[in-house]
């Protein structure tokens, strides 16, 4: 599947229209269901094959955020061969009391995985407990970036955000 099919597939199966608050209390008239997306397997896959170019080189893991990036860092491990942590919003309180499961993340050069970006405020959050690890953030990528300042906010705390696609670029309004 090309680049423009893939965009009208996603749009397809996740836009959504009416009001919607989205995590950065911003309300927006249009919605990308993530979980629509990434439910679907084979759009999944091919989602991950397209995003597989944009890992930066030397990337040695894949860091999924909860609870949307673990499925894209599954795929997109499967595709590119990496290995996956899956990043917790906070850490546990019980147990192992990890922020990342998988494997260690201190002196692991790590490419967070997101699915969409709009103000990058969690992915910023996440970023921050994992360098406080010891991970060495190599970049972001995400299926949709909103254009909703997650780019300029991620690069105010040196992290370059590679989206497969910008709002933008999905829209087919």
């Given amino acids: ?24 209390g911003a309300v927006t008239d ?16 091919t989602m991950a094959e397209h995003m597989a170019p944009l890992v930066p080189e ?3 893991a894949l860091a999924g955020l909860e609870l949307g990036g673990v499925p894209l860092a599954v ?10 942590r899956f990043v917790r919003k906070e850490a546990k309180s019980y147990g192992t009391r990890k922020l990342a499961e998988g494997g260690d993340v201190e002196g692991v050069a790590i490419t967070v995985v997101e699915d ?11 970023c921050g407990e994992l360098r406080e690890r010891g991970a060495h953030i190599q970049g ?12 300029d906010n991620l690069a105010e705390h040196d992290l370059t955000l590679h ?11």
């Fill in 30 to 45: 249009h919605y990308f269901d993530k979980y629509l997306f990434e439910s679907d397997p084979a759009l999944l896959r």
């Fill in 75 to 84: 795929m997109l491990g499967q595709v590119t061969g990496l290995p996956v």
């Fill in 116 to 126: 969409v970006v709009t103000s990058g405020g969690q992915v910023i959050v996440s």
């Fill in 163 to 173: 989206p497969l696609f910008t709002r933008q670029e999905i829209d087919r309004e």
């Fill in 1 to 24: 599947m090309d680049r423009d099919a893939l965009a009208a597939a996603i749009y397809d199966r996740a836009h959504l229209t009416g009001t919607f608050v989205l995590r950065s």
């Fill in 140 to 151: 972001v990528v995400c299926v949709i970036d909103r254009d909703a300042g997650g780019r």
């Fill in 58 to 60: 030397g990337t040695e």
